[in-house]
C-alpha cells in the first residue's frame, strides 16, 4: 500500500508539526508501507522540485504570484489551485493507493478536488482548527470573515472526505458539534518515539555550573514562546514563588513571537536575577537544558485553542521521566492525571500556579513515583506505534469502500 500524504511544511524544518510528521512517516514504513508526500507553498524556499530528506520523498509547490495572491485574506485562496496541481503531478508519478491530507483545510480542498479527480478515497487528518490559532497569532479575530471561512471550508473537507482523524478528543466533540456522523471520525492521539528518549536521571554538570543553577530549584520552559503558552503568567508567579522559595530559578529556553515582551516584563519585575532567557539552543544539546529543570511548566491559557488540543510537550517530558506541572486547560487534561502522571492548577490564575509550585517542591517524596507513572504512561499508551496501527483499519475500509 502506497499513501500520498498532503502537508503543510515538514522537514527539514522545525515544528510540532512536522515531528509528528516525521514520526507517522516512519511508523507508516515500519508496517510495510510505502509513502509519498506533497507540501503547500508555505513550506517556503527550497531548492529542487522534489527533495529527499532523511530518507524521505517531497514534492515542493511553488508560491504562487498571480493577482489574488496579492490580495489580504484571498491569498491563502491562490495557494489551492498550485498545490491541486502539484498533487495531481505526484500522482501520476508515483501512483499511490490513497491520499492523506493534513491540515490546515487548504490543503484539504486541494487535495479533495485532486482526489475526485484521480478517483482516489481520502483520509483528513485535522491536528488543530488553524483559525484559532490564527486568533492568538493575531492574524484575525474570532468571528470574523476569515475566521468563519476557514471555519466553512474544514466542515466541507470534514464531509466530503472518506475518512477523518483528529489528534484528540476535544477536536473530535467540536466535529461531532458539526453534526459530523461519530463513526466517521477516529482519534490518532500525540505520541513519542520513545525509544529516542532515555529517563534522564543527573544534571548536566557543566552547562549546571556554565548557567550558574548549582544549589538551586529550577522552574523550566523548553518551547516556541506563543502567547498561549501562558510563559507571562509564569514569569508574573515568580515574585510569589520566591517567597516561599528563594532559591527557585526559571529557566526559559527557546524563542518565538513573545521572546521581547517577557524579556521586557522581567526587567520591569526586577526578577533578572532568577529568570534565565538564553535563547534557542541547537537540537541536539535540549536534553542537557532539560537535565537541568526540577519542575517543568506548561502554563497554557485557557482559550479554544488550548481547550480542544492536546501538546506534544508534556508527553516528552514524562518521557525522560522529568516532572511536570500544566494548566488545566482541555488539551493538558487529556494527557496528565493529577497528581499521578503530573500535576495541573486552575489555567490563567498565577496564584494558584504559585501555590502549586510551592507544594510540588514541598513534597518530594512524591516525585519518583509520578516519575515512574508518567513514565509508564507513554510506553504503555502514548506511543507511536500504538497511534499508527490505528490506521490500518481506516485505510483498508475506505480501500474497500
Known amino acids: 500500500m502506497k499513501i500520498l500524504h ?203 555550573a556554565e548557567l550558574g543553577l548549582q544549589g538551586q530549584q529550577v522552574l523550566g520552559f523548553i518551547g516556541s514562546f506563543y502567547a498561549y503558552e501562558g510563559l507571562d503568567l509564569l514569569v508574573r508567579a515568580m515574585p510569589q514563588i520566591l517567597a516561599g522559595n528563594p532559591h527557585t530559578m526559571l529557566l526559559l529556553v527557546g524563542g518565538g513571537p513573545q521572546e521581547q515582551q517577557l524579556r521586557q516584563l522581567v526587567n520591569e519585575l526586577k526578577l533578572q536575577a532568577h529568570v534565565l532567557m538564553p535563547g534557542r539552543v541547537p537540537h541536539q544539546d535540549v536534553s542537557r537544558y532539560y537535565s537541568l529543570v526540577d519542575l517543568l511548566v506548561y502554563p497554557r491559557k485557557s482559550m479554544r485553542l488550548t481547550e480542544l488540543v492536546t501538546p506534544l510537550k508534556p508527553l516528552e517530558a514524562m518521557a525522560q521521566g522529568k516532572l511536570l506541572l500544566a494548566s488545566d486547560v482541555g488539551g493538558h487534561r487529556e494527557l496528565i492525571e493529577n497528581g499521578k502522571t503530573g500535576w495541573l492548577f486552575a489555567s490563567n490564575d498565577i496564584p494558584a500556579l504559585a501555590d502549586k509550585v510551592r507544594d510540588i517542591f514541598s513534597s518530594q517524596v512524591q516525585w519518583p513515583a509520578v516519575i515512574q507513572q508518567g513514565r509508564a504512561y507513554v510506553e504503555g499508551q502514548r506511543n507511536w506505534g500504538n497511534s499508527v496501527q490505528a490506521y490500518t483499519p481506516i485505510y483498508q475500509r475506505i480501500l474497500k469502500a
Not at 484575525?140 to 471561512?149: P, T, V
Open 6 to 208: 498532503v502537508l503543510d511544511h515538514s522537514i527539514p524544518l522545525h515544528s510540532g508539526y512536522t515531528f509528528r510528521t516525521r514520526s507517522i512517516l516512519k511508523q507508516q514504513h515500519a508496517l510495510g508501507w510505502q509513502t509519498c508526500h506533497v507540501t503547500s507553498p508555505k513550506h517556503g524556499a527550497f531548492e529542487q522540485d522534489v527533495e529527499e530528506v532523511d530518507g524521505l520523498r517531497f514534492y515542493r509547490t511553488p508560491v504562487p504570484n498571480g493577482l489574488l495572491s496579492k490580495i489580504p485574506a484571498l491569498n491563502q485562496m491562490a495557494l489551492i489551485s498550485p498545490m491541486r496541481k502539484r498533487i495531481l503531478q505526484a500522482i501520476e508519478e508515483e501512483k499511490p493507493d490513497i491520499i492523506h491530507a493534513h491540515s490546515p483545510a487548504l490543503n484539504g480542498v486541494a487535495a479533495l478536488q485532486a482526489a475526485r479527480k484521480a478517483g482516489l478515497p481520502m483520509v483528513y487528518e485535522i491536528r488543530a482548527f488553524w483559525e484559532d490559532a490564527a486568533v492568538d497569532h493575531g492574524t484575525c479575530k474570532e468571528g470574523d470573515l476569515r475566521y468563519r471561512l476557514t471555519r466553512k471550508l474544514e466542515t466541507h473537507v470534514v464531509r466530503q472526505a472518506d475518512a477523518v482523524t483528529t489528534i484528540c478528543e476535544g477536536l473530535r466533540k467540536d466535529l461531532l458539534a458539526r453534526q459530523i456522523p461519530s463513526d466517521k471520525i477516529t482519534v490518532i492521539p500525540n505520541a513519542v518515539n520513545i525509544e529516542q528518549f532515555n529517563l534522564i536521571q543527573n544534571k548536566d554538570p557543566s552547562l549546571l
